[in-house]
């Protein structure tokens, strides 16, 4: 790999050269502490996070399902039932796969895409299953890496994104979605990390908020309580 | 004048001139300003938190070196191949070779303020190459042939009729039967997806660089910066330098911040936190991530310590908003990549005071950019020392006389007021040809009605009106 005309030394001696004077009037640079005293405040409780959580999920147009561990299989059943998904995609052999199951659909029709796949293939699918690293009370947001919920394509190429966590994975804040990053995966972070807030949207026309300009039109998460 | 004076005077007083025009995006930055309003009131302390923002941004600046150090190691360590550009060619030349190397034929891009910069789009254009703008807004101007009118609403100034008759036209007969936003929206997510599962190497900016786990951080709201950098092989990223956080926690506060101050929303649709390409055992992503770090000007604004803090720009695009300067002269007069007060701060660090002096000039200085930015930068102090630093490097002799002459009568009372009564007389002769050809203030009286000079001068009416006990204050004043 050639790499000529790199400006590397010429940049970082310029960099050097021109921070020699550094600002005197600067406020201190502050933390993870501070900043949550600054930020949208977020309730301790559990029951408050997920209150918080459908609150946004209403404003942004996710639809949120809390179910308990026996029946969130059926409220998946009739959500296929209601969309008529005819296809179906997911990763890895957890709740992902167990959402796909419940789906009804034959098992002929659903991706597996852990070890690789066609992506014309997952882009014809109805639906993707994921499940997710965390959900945040704070912005609604759903937190997703590239190593442990099935790659990067599979939660933004259909047009139905369908994420299964338990209520143990509701952070209250982007601070505390930050710090279970660095804690699990800090020694080898994987290549992609994501926040997913809401269904695509776009507001370029005339600032009329539109849904699924690109990725999915819907976004359905199923928080199991326990 | 300089030529693009010229141009950019042209512009203004044309777009000026256009009411319903301006009366259509007036309405649209009413829209954003009730929204910011309840965003900003989510915050706990939206003022320190500002302060907050400013910190994080001035830590990484002033200690660049060492930030952008780690920032390498640590994304080189998964893989990421990085280029370092001192200018806009350099950085293009680098782009062209990689798409060459892949021997690339479709290319999907999603927003990047950094790619306008260089004019990366018209280069691979130019070269035969099919660049796809993803973002709905880009995609318009794209078809349009022109630049974003707003850096972050680029197709802020269309209505929903322009939009349909240009989908008619140029994507074909099934696209463009309604004007419904909801419909053009289809329209165009129907043109492009195809394009992200046909294209080879998807491009993107950066709003964020992370320097405590070397990673990239890239926002939208449409899911097309995740797609773009999902399924093509190669992914390229272009960022200037000054896009460096210390740590994950300052992308925390930063990105409601971001969202807030760009639009009103809590938190931008997709946050996209890239730190290398496909990593063993994940399941797709490009085989290789090539980023490209661009000076283009930026090191010079850090050595200008009066000025750094311009480069704690998130590009939120909020000062553009709040500027009645830019709600008078819209965004394509300004002839630059940035408009508005951020744009006529930086732009003539970027590519020269001499040619674009006259922006710091186009200011009323009223200051709602400083207000409203969300890391706090000096702007219209910055506009300031820009026309400072323009009038020490072309003294104007003329100028500098008369207001010497003006010192000199003002400082002798008599003098002054004699001159005063003389002026309005020397006015009153004139005002026949007020606004004519041989007016020399013509620029400003074609369009002006002047006022009736006032029968009293000021200090005839204070010299009646005098309060009792200022008395003694007043001798002082006639010394
Ligand atoms: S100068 Fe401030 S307000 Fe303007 S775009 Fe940059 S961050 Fe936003």
Redesign the pocket.
């Known amino acids: 790999m050639s790499a000529p005309n790199d400006d590397r030394d010429l940049i970082f001696r310029r960099i050097r050269e021109a921070i020699r004077i550094r600002r005197e009037n600067l406020p201190d640079h502050g933390d993870a502490e501070r900043y949550r005293q600054l930020l949208p405040p977020v309730r301790a409780s559990l029951q408050a996070r997920i209150e918080l959580f459908r609150e946004w999920s209403d404003k942004l147009n996710t639809r949120f399902i809390a179910a308990n561990p026996s029946d969130w299989r059926a409220e998946i059943a009739s959500l296929a039932a209601a969309e008529g998904w005819k296809s179906s995609a997911f990763h890895g052999t957890g709740l992902a796969r167990e959402a796909t199951e419940a789906a009804g659909l034959p098992a002929a029709t659903a991706l597996d895409t852990t070890r690789g796949y066609d992506p014309e293939r997952l882009e014809a699918c109805d639906v993707g299953f994921t499940d997710c690293e965390a959900l945040v009370a704070q912005t609604g947001s759903v937190l997703l890496t590239s190593r442990g919920n099935g790659g990067r394509a599979l939660s933004v190429l259909p047009p139905h994104h369908v994420v299964i966590a338990t209520a143990g994975q509701m952070v209250p804040d982007l601070l505390a979605a930050m710090a279970l990053i660095r804690e699990r995966h800090g020694a080898a972070l994987p290549s992609l990390v994501t926040l997913h807030t809401g269904p695509s949207r776009t507001g370029d026309i005339e600032r009329q908020i539109v849904l699924g300009a690109h990725g999915p039109k819907k976004l359905t998460v199923i928080l199991i309580l326990d | 004048m300089s030529k693009p004076a010229a141009a950019f005077q042209a512009a203004a007083s044309a777009y000026v001139g256009e009411r319903e025009t301006r009366a259509f995006l007036r309405q649209s930055l009413a829209g954003y300003l009730a929204q910011r309003r309840t965003g900003e009131e989510r915050f706990q302390d939206w003022e320190e938190a500002r302060v907050a923002a400013s910190a994080a941004k001035g830590e990484a600046l002033d200690y660049l070196d060492r930030y952008l150090a780690d920032f390498l190691t640590r994304i080189e360590k998964r893989g990421t191949r990085v280029f370092f550009a001192r200018d806009a060619a350099r950085a293009r030349e680098r782009v062209v070779e990689i798409v060459r190397e892949h021997d690339a034929k479709c290319i999907v891009k999603s927003k990047s303020m950094t790619g306008e910069e260089i004019d990366l789009s018209e280069t691979l254009e130019h070269l035969g190459y099919e660049v796809v703008e993803t973002d709905l807004g880009e995609y318009i101007v794209q078809l349009r042939g022109e630049r974003p009118f707003h850096?972050v609403a680029p197709a802020m100034h269309l209505r929903r009729e322009e939009i349909r008759e240009l989908f008619a036209g140029k994507i074909g007969p099934e696209a463009g039967r309604s004007a419904e936003p909801e419909a053009l929206t289809m329209d165009a997510r129907r043109a492009i997806r195809r394009k992200y599962l046909e294209a080879d190497i998807g491009i993107s900016g950066v709003n964020f660089a992370v320097a405590e786990t070397g990673q990239i951080c890239v926002c939208t709201n449409e899911g097309n910066g995740r797609l773009s950098t999902s399924l093509p092989r190669v992914h390229i990223a272009v960022m200037g330098l000054e896009k460096l956080v210390p740590n994950l926690d300052d992308l925390a506060l930063l990105l409601p911040m971001l969202a807030t101050?760009?639009t009103g929303q809590h938190l931008t649709g997709y946050t996209t936190i890239i730190g290398g390409p496909r990593q063993p055992g994940e399941a797709d992503g490009p085989e290789e991530f090539h980023l490209i770090i661009l000076d283009n000007g930026r090191t010079a604004l850090l050595a200008d310590d009066e000025q750094r803090d311009?480069l704690?720009?998130?590009?939120?695009?909020?000062?553009?908003y709040m500027c009645p300067i830019f709600k008078n002269i819209g965004g394509h007069s300004y002839g630059t990549t940035y408009m508005?007060?951020?744009g006529s701060?930086i732009t003539p660090h970027l590519r020269g005071l001499e040619e674009w002096r006259h922006l710091p000039s186009s200011s009323s200085l009223c200051g709602a950019?400083t207000e409203?930015?969300?890391?706090r930068?000096d702007?219209h102090h910055h506009l300031l020392h820009n026309r400072r630093n323009a009038a020490a490097a072309h003294p104007a002799p003329l100028e500098k006389l008369a207001l010497r002459a003006y010192g000199w009568l003002a400082g002798r009372p008599a003098l002054f007021s004699l001159a005063g009564k003389l002026g309005k007389l020397a006015l009153r002769a004139f005002s026949p040809l007020l606004g004519t050809a041989l007016d020399p203030a013509r620029g400003w009286t074609r369009c002006r009605a002047l006022p009736e000079p006032p029968r009293q001068s000021f200090r005839e009416w204070w010299k009646t009106h005098e309060p009792e006990p200022a008395s003694e204050r007043d001798d002082d004043d006639e010394e």
Do not use: F, K, Q
């Open positions: 850096i101050a760009g311009a704690h720009c998130i590009r939120c695009g909020a000062c553009i508005g007060p951020i701060v950019c409203t930015c969300p890391v930068i702007l």
